[in-house]
């Protein structure tokens, strides 16, 4: 069959097979007296004649094309003019034929032309969308239908023809209607071939639904889900090996770089997540074993830090928070005892402020614990001891004044109380004795001036004008101040000890103001 897009022909029809004939010429004599009307009545009915032949034709049937076999059908061969058409072209027309049954037949022909010219726009997109592939017998049935309504449109069978081309355009736009249905199948397919780890068919179904509906928004991506299938297999065989070998980190490696490929791949996530899940709990086990191993030893720090990753890797185990609480309670008993420990080895060698400070820590962890607040109690009454008498031996002179002194010796009374008196606090009271013995020896000093200054020596006499005099005084520091009319005050600081010679002190007066 012909394009539906090309010209149409008309049929025309030849004046001289529907003209009537011609009246024979009568005799000159006999019509001599009928020639005023036959004349007029003859051109009459010439002219009728032609209108019905040419004119009427033309309004009632326009330029037609020529019909010819779908592009499915069997043989696809053109079809020829049937004999109608051909008549009209070349021959005469039937003596028994009449301009109006002409018309009729022109009337029909145009409504079969108009059904097959539909016919065909279905036709061709359908073939544009692959339906011998995925739709043939249905398509062939709908072409013989065509075949056959062509066979009738030859004889001139047009209304036979048109029911024909009717029968098949409803079979084609069946098809037609039944092209999103075999889409989302095919899609579904492609889906599990690619699922099931068939490429072949994967490929296949995907090629043919491109044919079918290339706009389609799935197919993109089911394409490239395709491409990467050969290799996503590869990662999952040499995964199942990994995982076979016990190495179940190698295994979930390769598992997580097939789920980045392609995501939607149901065997890839699924096995990903069993051997990761495996893997934790691998890892959770052997971090449990590390951690009780290391609280065995007395590694606290470590075995915390275990118990800690095993309790990440399974998220609300009671057994991890069991460990946990475990090794915090070890650890705390541990560090008690070992302050506990550390206290009275502190307050065997009389280090009395240390010896607080570690029971100070044990109270901070548990402040229930009594040996911390025993400890407390003796080492905080030892350690003040301790530092008085310290800060008394370390300024002897101090005990030059008699209220410092009598304080000190109060100080010794309560040192030779103490219990229990080891080596330090021993030697202790024997020093500051000592000093408190030589505190109370005088120490014999000499002072000179100039028979003008007045002298006096804070805390001890005021000497007045001298040239020299002698003072008995107990060891310690003394200021000596020198004052005259006249002349700037002068001030002289001195020690008097026993170790060293009585010293000599100068105070005169000698800068005039």
């Given at each position: 069959m012909a394009p539906q897009d090309e010209p149409l022909q008309p049929t025309p029809f030849d004046a001289a097979r529907d003209a009537p004939p011609a009246p024979a010429a009568a005799p000159a004599d006999s019509r001599r007296g009928a020639r005023?009307?036959?004349?007029?009545?003859?051109?009459?009915?010439?002219?009728?004649?032609?209108?019905?032949?040419?004119?009427?034709?033309?309004?009632?049937?326009?330029?037609?094309?020529?019909?010819?076999?779908?592009?499915?059908?069997?043989?696809?061969?053109?079809?020829?003019?049937?004999?109608?058409?051909?008549?009209?072209?070349?021959?005469?027309?039937?003596?028994?034929?009449?301009?109006?049954?002409?018309?009729?037949?022109?009337?029909?022909?145009?409504?079969?032309?108009?059904?097959?010219?539909?016919?065909?726009?279905?036709?061709?997109?359908?073939?544009?969308?692959?339906?011998?592939?995925?739709?043939?017998?249905?398509?062939?049935?709908?072409?013989?239908?065509?075949?056959?309504?062509?066979?009738?449109?030859?004889?001139?069978?047009?209304?036979?023809?048109?029911?024909?081309?009717r029968e098949?355009?409803?079979?084609?736009?069946?098809?037609?209607?039944?092209?999103?249905?075999?889409?989302?199948?095919?899609?579904?397919?492609?889906?599990?071939?690619?699922?099931?780890?068939?490429?072949?068919?994967?490929?296949?179904?995907?090629?043919?639904?491109?044919?079918?509906?290339?706009?389609?928004?799935?197919?993109?991506?089911?394409?490239?889900?395709?491409?990467?299938?050969?290799?996503?297999?590869?990662l999952l065989e040499r995964a199942a090996a990994a995982e076979q070998a016990g190495d179940l980190a190698g295994a979930a490696q390769l598992l997580e770089q097939a789920v980045a490929l392609d995501p939607n791949h149901p065997s890839g996530a699924s096995q990903w997540q069993r051997v990761s899940a495996a893997l934790r709990s691998q890892r959770f086990s052997t971090a449990m074993s590390e951690g009780y191993s290391a609280l065995d030893k007395g590694d606290f720090d470590g075995a915390r830090q275990a118990f800690e990753r095993a309790a990440r890797l399974r998220e609300n185990s009671a057994e991890a928070a069991s460990a946990l609480q475990e090794v915090a309670s070890a650890a705390t008993a541990w560090c008690l005892a070992a302050l506990q420990?550390?206290?009275?080895?502190?307050?065997?060698?009389?280090?009395?402020?240390?010896?607080?400070?570690?029971?100070?820590?044990?109270?901070?962890?548990?402040?229930?614990?009594?040996?911390?607040?025993?400890?407390?109690?003796?080492?905080?009454?030892?350690?003040?001891?301790?530092?008085?008498?310290?800060?008394?031996?370390?300024?002897?002179?101090?005990?030059?004044?008699?209220?410092?002194?009598?304080?000190?010796?109060?100080?010794?009374?309560?040192?030779?109380?103490?219990?229990?008196?080891?080596?330090?606090?021993?030697?202790?009271?024997?020093?500051?004795?000592?000093?408190?013995?030589?505190?109370?020896?005088p120490v014999a000093v000499t002072l000179r001036s100039d028979r003008e200054t007045e002298v006096t020596v804070y805390k001890v006499a005021r000497l007045g004008r001298f040239a020299q005099r002698e003072l008995s005084l107990r060891p310690g520091t003394y200021t000596a101040v020198g004052m005259r009319n006249g002349y700037r005050d002068v001030r002289r600081t001195f020690t008097v000890t026993h170790d060293s010679a009585p010293p000599t002190v100068t105070i005169i007066c000698t800068e005039a103001i």
């Open positions: 005023a009307w036959v004349l007029p009545a003859l051109g009459a009915l010439v002219l009728l004649a032609l209108v019905v032949v040419f004119w009427l034709p033309q309004q009632l049937a326009p330029p037609t094309p020529v019909p010819a076999a779908g592009r499915g059908s069997a043989d696809g061969a053109a079809v020829q003019p049937g004999p109608a058409t051909a008549a009209g072209r070349r021959e005469p027309a039937s003596s028994d034929a009449s301009p109006w049954s002409e018309a009729q037949l022109a009337k029909l022909r145009k409504e079969a032309q108009e059904v097959l010219a539909q016919l065909l726009d279905t036709q061709s997109g359908l073939e544009e969308r692959a339906v011998q592939r995925w739709a043939p017998q249905q398509f062939d049935a709908a072409t013989a239908s065509a075949g056959a309504g062509d066979e009738l449109y030859r004889t001139r069978q047009y209304e036979a023809a048109t029911a024909r081309y098949a355009l409803q079979q084609m736009q069946a098809l037609r209607e039944a092209l999103p249905g075999a889409v989302d199948e095919l899609l579904q397919q492609a889906r599990q071939a690619i699922d099931n780890g068939d490429t072949s068919a994967a490929t296949t179904a995907l090629e043919l639904l491109g044919q079918m509906e290339p706009e389609n928004a799935a197919l993109a991506a089911l394409q490239q889900r395709a491409a990467q299938l050969p290799r996503l297999l590869a420990r550390r206290g009275g080895d502190l307050e065997q060698q009389e280090q009395w402020a240390e010896a607080v400070g570690a029971y100070e820590k044990a109270r901070e962890i548990d402040p229930s614990v009594l040996f911390a607040q025993q400890g407390l109690q003796r080492s905080r009454e030892r350690a003040r001891l301790d530092g008085q008498l310290r800060r008394a031996i370390e300024d002897p002179l101090r005990l030059s004044d008699a209220r410092v002194a009598g304080a000190t010796a109060e100080l010794l009374q309560r040192a030779r109380q103490a219990s229990p008196t080891g080596p330090v606090l021993r030697q202790q009271i024997e020093t500051l004795q000592e000093l408190l013995q030589r505190a109370a020896e």
